[in-house]
């Protein structure tokens, strides 16, 4: 049975990939995270990473009393038009630890550049980190997980089309009355329709991570790695990553095709489908914010879990599925198995409309 | 006698609170060209999609092929079909969506070329659907239907849109098919090509069954002797008592006697006899329309074809 349902799936490859829906949406799945890559490179590479922190030590005529400026505006010891022309002297962190330390106006003792010094260290630790931050969004291996998270944002919206359009046709086409009435298995043929969009969306992650390998190789010979650079990303936890953008796709193709075999279209499966994605997360933000009661719920709406998922209980999952962002996401077993009664729950319930639906003619819709 | 190929009883279905098909008891016996006639709306596609298990039955049951009631896959795989038009993927050539069909059947992709050149598609195979001629999609649909080499063939309405060379290969096709052991349903609202092609029709009006059985008997029971007399009373007398005519009526100042035309010369001989001489004889055409605009009423003259 399994070898005829996998069969009925390669059958279902050599009709769509002679369409092309597919290779269009896998074009736009694997172009938008190239676009965040480059991004991140344009960012990273055309910023200074030279502190903006300076100080001016000066005089005042009056009383000949040092004056420190700092270059966030604070100013101690007087005021700036106090400063007697000539009289200071500006300092800037580059020079400092450099070691170009400058000769200061009379009335500074040495240490006060002591304190400006740990400033400008401080700073450039915080600097190197912000810039192998901003290294690590395109720099290989850590991009391809950056990537899958954007992937996954975009990737349900474009499956969600993909799903209803290899069902919808179907009906639309009125493909569906030669396929039956020749003896092939009603459940069967969804199921292969379903192994196959499984698949595709594998593949189309899969694509999303080759592309971005690439780019990301391009990009890190193009520019210097910044000083102390680690990756924050291990080849173990990419393919973990993989794995949860990948099973996170899953229940949106059972929505979509829930929701095409329910009103037998894939304009109406499509506008359910889509309508049901933004609406849940529309819903939902509104209702918690309030209703304290509907946190119990939200934890077993869709989008909370898929988001809590992908993440990997990190908690912030911004940039994934419209920006979702969770105070109090979900536990992973609890997402997990939610995630799994969505997919086998709208399953059946697609699988038990298809087999008692009557197959009329086509549709055109 | 063969066991029926098809066999339904008291076959229903009902959408809401219209009957599209009601109590359908039908046989269609194994080999030759079985007709399903009947006016546009009449069930017959309703009842080959029962047959084919794409509309689920109200009420009543089908056996195919002498097997268990219902219709389960096994026995499909043994029919061919098209119902309606012929509907394929569009971005797909026909040899691709031969071969598709081909592929979920589980069948040889060698015979989708011979099919193609069977029906006359072969330079085209390699054009998409969506390029081609409605009577191209008829030739690509009546491949399909013969895709796996089945025994039980359902053909609806197969001429549409064919032009009449067209459709004079279609039915040679379809008589051939029926000659080589298989079974071909053909259902059709064309009269004079199922009285061209049909061994035996069963006609459908309102999804009702009003008739059943082979073409050549409900033709001949049609058949009549239209005639003028010397006296017409006297031989309306006389007709009647030959125990070979079934009836004698008056129509458009002639009698008309229901006998077949080749006993017109009997009839002429009694006739004679009483001394009744024949002014005018001539047999009456008759035809499967006659039959069936008479079984079927005056609305089917409105939605039926009765001939090229």
């Known amino acids: 049975m399994i070898g005829y349902v996998l069969s009925l799936a390669r059958w279902e490859w050599f009709k769509q990939r002679r369409r092309w829906l597919p290779w269009v949406l896998l074009a736009i799945l694997a172009l938008i995270p190239q676009a965040a890559i480059w991004g991140s490179f344009g960012s990273y590479h055309f910023q200074s990473n030279d502190s903006d922190r300076q100080m001016v030590f000066g005089v005042s005529g009056a009383g000949q009393r040092p004056i420190e400026a700092h270059g966030d505006g604070r100013v101690s010891g007087g005021r700036i038009g106090q400063i007697v022309p000539g009289g200071s002297v500006s300092v800037n962190c580059d020079d400092i630890l450099s070691g170009n330390v400058p000769e200061l106006p009379p009335g500074f003792p040495p240490e006060v550049l002591d304190d400006f010094e740990r400033e400008c260290r401080r700073d450039a630790v915080q600097n190197d980190q912000i810039r192998a931050d901003e290294y690590d969004a395109f720099a290989f291996p850590a991009s391809l997980g950056f990537a899958l998270q954007f992937a996954v944002g975009f990737g349900v919206i474009l499956l969600i089309v993909l799903t209803t359009s290899v069902v919808g046709t179907e009906y639309s086409w009125g493909t569906l009355r030669n396929v039956l009435a020749r003896g092939t298995g009603r459940w069967q043929f969804m199921a292969g329709k379903a192994t196959l969009l499984v698949f595709l969306a594998l593949g189309g992650l899969l694509t999303v991570m080759a592309l971005t390998a690439v780019s990301s190789l391009i990009a890190v010979s193009l520019t210097d790695t910044p000083v102390g650079y680690v990756s924050s990303t291990t080849w173990l936890g990419l393919l973990e990553s993989l794995g949860r953008a990948w099973y996170g796709l899953i229940p949106y193709i059972a929505l979509a095709g829930f929701a095409t075999v329910l009103v037998g279209s894939s304009a109406l499966g499509l506008s359910l489908s889509i309508g049901y994605y933004i609406g849940e997360q529309i819903l939902s933000g509104l209702m918690s914010a309030l209703f304290d009661w509907f946190d119990t719920i939200g934890d077993y709406l869709l989008g909370p879990n898929i988001a809590a998922w992908v993440s990997g209980g990190g908690g912030n999952t911004d940039g994934l599925l419209m920006g979702m962002v969770l105070d109090s996401p979900p536990g992973q077993l609890h997402a997990s198995l939610v995630m799994a009664a969505y997919i086998v729950g709208l399953s059946a319930l697609a699988l038990w409309r298809f087999s008692r639906r009557d197959v009329g003619g086509a549709s055109g819709g | 006698m063969d066991k029926p190929v098809i066999e339904t009883r008291g076959l229903s279905k009902r959408y809401g609170d219209v009957v599209a098909v009601k109590d359908l008891s039908l046989s269609v016996e194994t080999g030759g060209v079985f007709g399903l006639l009947g006016p546009n709306g009449s069930g017959k596609t309703t009842t080959m999609g029962m047959l084919l298990g794409l509309v689920r039955p109200t009420a009543g049951s089908i056996r195919l092929f002498n097997e268990p009631e219902g219709v389960p896959r096994e026995a499909l795989h043994r029919i061919g079909a098209i119902v309606e038009s012929p509907a394929f993927y569009p971005h797909l050539s026909g040899r691709s969506n031969l071969c598709y069909f081909q592929g979920i059947l589980g069948g040889r992709p060698s015979q989708v070329d011979q099919l193609l050149d069977s029906v006359g598609l072969l330079e085209r195979a390699d054009s998409r659907f969506s390029t081609y001629s409605l009577g191209m999609k008829q030739r690509l649909g009546v491949a399909y239907a013969l895709l796996g080499d089945p025994e039980l063939i359902f053909l609806d309405e197969p001429t549409n849109g064919l032009d009449p060379a067209g459709m004079a ?118 035809s499967l329309e006659r039959y069936f605009l008479e079984v079927t009423g005056s609305d089917a003259n409105e939605e039926t074809e009765g001939g090229q």
């Open chain 2, 169 to 286: 290969e279609v039915r040679d096709l379809i008589k051939g098919l029926g000659t080589e052991g298989r079974t071909v349903l053909l259902s059709s609202h064309l009269l004079h090509e199922v009285e061209l092609v049909c061994d035996s029709v069963a006609i459908l009006s309102r999804g009702e069954l009003i008739a059943q059985g082979r073409v050549a008997d409900l033709v001949s029971a049609q058949a009549a002797i239209r005639f003028k007399t010397t006296d017409d009373d006297q031989a309306r007398l006389v007709v009647s008592a030959l125990d070979w005519v079934e009836e004698v009526r008056e129509e458009g100042g002639y009698l008309l006697a229901s006998a077949p035309a080749e006993r017109s010369h009997e009839l002429t001989a009694a006739l004679a006899q009483h001394d009744v001489w024949i002014r005018e004889m001539a047999p009456v055409e008759v």
